[in-house]
């Protein structure tokens, strides 16, 4: 098993910054990928960006340009810069990790941080 810890989240005015971290603990054998997902209340989760093992990355159409997706693998831990952040960005922001081998591979969930932007 792996375990998902998130942090960084809280309440931001229209504009403002946050940086979210996510550290993997447990039982990793090799991680694949490590992502940030939201959900704002009404609608679907989405990823918000993924950045994989080679270290390429990919992002919502609607965040590029103001956020960063970027790792530590010394850590396990992936970090969210999120910039300009805008009031319809309000959501819980969780972590996911593809761990393993083709033959074995395990998505795991962190719990969620709450981002909320409001003045």
């Known amino acids: 098993q792996v375990q998902l810890v998130e942090s960084g989240g809280g309440l931001v005015q229209p504009g403002g910054s946050l940086r979210l971290s996510c550290a993997a603990s447990?039982?990793?054998?090799?991680?694949?990928?490590m992502a940030w997902y939201r959900q704002a209340p009404g609608k679907q989760r989405g990823l918000v960006a993924r950045?994989?093992?080679?270290?390429?990355?990919n992002y919502a159409d609607s965040v590029k340009g103001r956020f960063t997706v970027s790792r530590d693998n010394a850590k396990n831990t992936v970090y969210l810069q999120m910039n300009s952040l805008k009031p319809e960005e309000t959501a819980v922001y969780s972590c996911?990790?593809?761990?393993?081998?083709?033959?074995?591979?395990?998505?795991?969930w962190g719990q969620g941080t709450q981002v909320t932007v409001s003045s």
């Open positions: 996911n990790v593809v761990d393993g081998y083709s033959w074995n591979q395990k998505s795991y």
């Open positions: 950045i994989f093992s080679s270290g390429s990355t």
């Open positions: 447990g039982s990793i054998s090799s991680i694949k990928s």
